[in-house]
């Protein structure tokens, strides 16, 4: 099992960066894959980015060109560099693994506003 804790979300205005990280607990972190997501309270948690323990990344249509996904398999890390933020970004970031995370991390809050 992989297991996250989010950080690194905050308040910033629009057009502005963050860089959020996950850290895993659990063995053998660099032969995952892992996923970033986003929920809206009320809404279906939304996919937005994925990278393959190759490093290979994957976003959705509304973040592509503005977020980056990557990795450090020796500090277990995977990180969500967010440029040009925008209001609708504002919401609770959280991280995965596909089948091998079994419980949601507490998520890391970004808020988008002037």
């Given amino acids: 099992q992989l297991q996250f ?6 308040l910033v205005q629009p057009g502005g960066f963050l860089r959020l990280s ?4 659990g063995r053998d972190f660099e032969i ?8 809206v309270p009320g809404n279906e948690r939304e996919w937005i980015a994925s990278i393959n ?3 290979t990344t994957d976003y959705a249509d509304s973040v592509k060109g503005r977020f980056t996904a ?4 020796d500090k277990k890390n ?4 967010m440029n040009n933020l925008k209001p609708e ?4 970031y959280y991280c995965d693994s596909p089948g091998v995370t079994t419980t949601w991390g507490p998520g890391t ?6």
């Fill in 109 to 114: 809050q970004v808020s988008v506003s002037s």
């Fill in 53 to 55: 323990s190759g490093g």
């Fill in 5 to 10: 804790v989010e950080s690194g979300g905050g």
């Fill in 89 to 92: 970004d504002t919401t609770v």
């Fill in 70 to 73: 990557s990795r450090d398999n």
């Fill in 32 to 39: 995952y894959d892992a996923r970033w997501w986003r929920q």
């Fill in 22 to 25: 996950c850290v895993a607990s």
């Fill in 78 to 81: 995977i990180y969500l560099q």
